[in-house]
């Protein structure tokens, strides 16, 4: 079992900066996926950022491309996604999730979800 758990959502200015992260437990040996999706309200989740933990190789959604980063720490089995210059359209529910398998941007094939934290960028 893998059990996922975020932190560092809020309310911030449009142009600010959050860092997210995300602190896994249990068995994740076998998870080789790390990534983030959003959700704003009346819209499809979508893919953000993410991460194949063996090889540190990273993807982004074009949206972000530039002013978000997905990092690890393998000491602490968490992985953070630095938000810079921010606009209200990032405002969401964002998810930390993780698979065992290669998939990368369909979130109906990760295996594991955090509970959500909300990020709100006012204008």
């Known amino acids: 079992q893998v059990q996922l758990i975020e932190s560092g959502g809020g309310l911030v200015q449009a142009g600010g900066s959050l860092r997210l992260s995300c602190a896994a437990s249990g068995r994740t040996f076998s998870t080789y996926v790390r990534a983030w999706f959003r959700q704003a309200p009346g819209k499809e989740r979508e893919f953000v950022a993410a991460i194949r933990w063996t090889r540190d190789s990273t993807y982004y959604a074009d949206s972000v491309k530039g002013r978000f980063t997905i990092s690890r720490d393998n000491a602490k089995n968490t992985v953070y996604l630095q938000m810079n210059s921010l606009k209200p359209e990032d405002t969401a529910v964002y998810y930390c999730?993780?698979?065992?398998?290669?998939?990368?941007?369909?979130?109906?094939?990760?295996?594991?979800w955090g509970q959500g934290t909300q990020v709100t960028v006012s204008s």
């Open positions: 999730a993780a698979n065992g398998g290669s998939s990368i941007h369909t979130p109906d094939l990760y295996d594991y």
